[in-house]
């Protein structure tokens, strides 16, 4: 709890800049901003006459609790994302984020070369220049966070946000009061559901 408690206290005076690769995962977006900011309005469309019995939310709030995502406990919070070549319209979504964001940032990287990032590149994995690629957009990532970042002490954590899991913010901040000033990796495996024993990753991030 100590650890905790000291995480919450650096939190509460420092920048947290969540950066994250993004690639046709419109699905996620929302996900992923659960995973940031605290739900600004768990009932979106109130009814004025509510039916004393109501069915159960088909789509209900996943993060109404803000104990649960990163802005509260931040100073500061930034999210940086570099994306391209979305056919499913998450670039689209991104933007509306960013422009909807209160509290915090949310700036999508643009590309010199080509608006709207359309850099024609293939499919992440699949395309001939393969694991290369992705680092090359991880660089061009780091590269617009040091440039635009406001603060220079800035913490940053790396999300893979295809993956659509969520994190524990108290979990950050435990890491963050026992490893204030280190680079921090986390990676999980969790079994394939209907599978025989395979594994797929859970989630990864980084904290430094």
Same mark, same amino acid.
């Given at each position: 709890m100590l650890h905790v408690e000291q995480g919450v206290a650096l939190a509460a005076s420092s920048t947290i800049v969540v950066a994250a690769l993004?690639? /046709?995962?419109? &699905?996620?977006?929302?996900?992923f901003r659960l995973n940031v900011e605290?739900? %600004?309005?768990?009932?979106?469309? %109130?009814? #004025?006459?509510?039916? @004393?019995?109501? &069915? #159960? /939310? %088909?789509? @209900?709030? #996943?993060n109404p609790n803000p104990n649960q995502a990163l802005v509260p406990f931040w100073k500061t919070t930034e999210v940086v994302v570099f994306e391209n070549d979305s056919v499913d319209g998450t670039r689209e979504a991104l933007a509306a984020w960013a422009a909807a964001a209160a509290g915090y940032t949310v700036r999508v990287v643009e590309c010199e070369e080509s608006p709207g990032c359309r850099l024609k590149h293939g499919i992440w994995y699949h395309s001939k220049q393969g694991q290369n690629q992705l680092a090359v957009y991880r660089n061009r990532l780091l590269?617009?966070?040091?440039?635009?970042? &406001? /603060?220079?002490?800035?913490?940053?954590?790396?999300?893979?946000? /295809?993956?659509?899991? &969520?994190?524990? %913010?108290?979990?950050?901040l435990h890491t963050l009061g026992i490893l204030p000033n280190a680079a921090v990796a986390a990676s999980g495996r969790s079994p394939k559901p209907t599978s025989v024993g395979s594994l797929v990753r859970l989630s990864w991030l980084g904290l430094g």
């Open positions: 993004a690639r /046709d995962i419109l &699905s996620k977006v929302e996900l605290a739900s %600004p309005n768990p009932n979106p469309n %109130p009814n #004025p006459n509510p039916n @004393p019995n109501p &069915s #159960p /939310d %088909p789509n @209900p709030n #996943p590269e617009d966070v040091l440039a635009h970042t &406001s /603060d220079p002490k800035a913490h940053l954590l790396v999300m893979d946000v /295809d993956l659509g899991v &969520s994190i524990s %913010p108290l979990g950050v």
